[in-house]
């Protein structure tokens, strides 16, 4: 079945002993406001909603593998904002953080737009955004690191993450 838009998921790893669904993780501890993307370390835990909104919105809603897509956590905020996926730099490493911007494909949103691909039967989240014609973006595939804390941050990695959707 294929992904819509409009239709909220969840979005959980495949293979079993690598974590739960996404949420959202204070960056801090003293945070009062999540801002981060993380895994839920529980496995049996789906962790929050998300819903997608294609670049080029097309008949149906039917999301393609390789189509440009905001990824936003459904009825959550963070800090009074949509809590929509992006890209940033932190520590030189570059985390997945709630704090962007829905919609407006361009230059200046270009760390907002991630894509699904098929990675054998399943898919794997990519950075790579096609929503500008004259920028290069560094690209990578999202998969996590495991903090002292024993917390599962959403990151740039060479090991991508294999995920599968639920409908929510």
Do not use: H
Not at 58 to 74: C, E, K, Q
Not at 95 to 119: D, I, M, Q
């Amino acid at each position: 079945m294929p992904l819509v838009t409009g239709i909220s998921y969840y979005i959980v790893p495949v293979i079993s002993g690598r974590g739960g669904g996404v949420k959202l993780s204070p960056t801090t501890l003293n945070q009062t406001c999540p801002l981060d993307v993380a895994q839920e370390n529980n496995e049996q835990r789906n962790g929050l909603p998300l819903n997608f909104q294609l670049a080029i919105p097309n008949r149906g809603g039917v999301i393609r593998d390789n189509a440009d897509l905001n990824i936003r956590f459904t009825g959550a905020t963070t800090c009074g904002k949509p809590a929509v996926w992006r890209i940033e730099e932190v520590n030189g490493q570059r985390v997945v953080s709630s704090r962007g911007t829905l919609g407006n494909p361009g230059k200046n949103t270009l760390s907002n737009w991630f894509k699904f691909e098929k990675f054998d039967n399943d898919y794997k989240i990519v950075f790579c955004p096609g929503v500008c014609n004259t920028c290069r973006p560094a690209c990578g595939t999202i998969g996590t690191t495991i903090a002292k804390n024993g917390r599962r941050s959403l990151l740039l990695s060479n090991e991508p993450l294999k995920v599968k959707f639920i409908k929510a």
